[in-house]
Antibody, heavy 124, light 107 residues
């Protein structure tokens, strides 16, 4: 399993950026996927989830209306379109695969594979 | 939103020590609790899912316990490669939330 992010960089406040995550080594179309970020010196923050066919999407409140998660199963790729960027969006952004496991009769989700991360810096 | 509180935020320990990290949820999350290890410059790694199930390839010195609101990650005999930051994460409901992290440092 390999997840490789790209598209990060320096952007001015109010600007836009699109992150990509190229997946390989597994059947991409069978998995939910996530974006998680980590601001410098801070902890992990979940950003968004998308289901297998892209029909269900969930976001943390702080990015709703500004970020859009999407995927292209034909290209084995996950995306995060980030608009109206703010200084507080500065972080390393990770894509992660969602594992769905049945444990003691209950369906449990976890993030079992992560990309190496991509730095997004929002600054003037 | 479900708040996840880890303690301690940092600890110092020696190789061979037994280490325990606790995680408390602001409401009951049954066993919807995962643990991750993060080392500087590398992506987080899943250690434990469903509160107590060991992820494939993770050494058996790692174990997890708990249900409801209180959870524990234990390392039975700390190894040099275990010095890292550990995070709990609830998967009971969105938004998925992480604890603030526990940094395990060398004594």
């Amino acid at each position: 399993v390999q997840l490789v992010e790209s598209g990060g960089g320096l952007v001015q406040p109010g600007g836009s950026l699109r992150l990509s995550c190229a997946a390989s080594g597994f059947t991409f179309s069978r998995h939910w996927m996530s974006w998680v970020r980590q601001a410098p010196g801070k902890g992990l923050e979940w950003v968004a989830n998308i289901n297998q066919d892209g029909s269900e999407k969930y976001y943390v409140d702080s990015v709703k209306g500004r970020f859009t998660i999407s995927r292209d199963n034909a290209k084995n790729s996950l995306y995060l379109q980030m608009n109206s960027l703010r200084a507080e969006d500065t972080a390393v952004y990770y894509c992660a695969r969602v594992a769905i496991t049945m444990v003691r009769g209950v369906i449990i989700t976890s993030l079992d594979y992560w990309g190496q991360g991509n730095l997004v810096t929002v600054s003037s | 939103d479900i708040q996840m509180t880890q303690s301690p935020s940092s600890l110092s320990a020696s190789v061979g020590d037994r280490v325990t990290i606790t995680c408390r949820a602001s409401q009951s999350i049954s066993s919807y609790l995962n643990w991750y290890q993060e080392k500087p410059g590398t992506a987080p790694k899943l250690l434990i899912y469903a509160a107590s199930s060991l992820q494939s390839g993770v050494p058996s010195r790692f174990s997890g316990s708990g249900s409801g609101t209180d959870f524990t990650l234990a390392i039975s005999s700390l190894q040099p490669e275990d010095f890292a930051t550990y995070y709990c994460q609830q998967s009971y409901s969105t938004p998925l939330t992480f604890g603030g992290g526990t940094k395990v440092e060398i004594k």
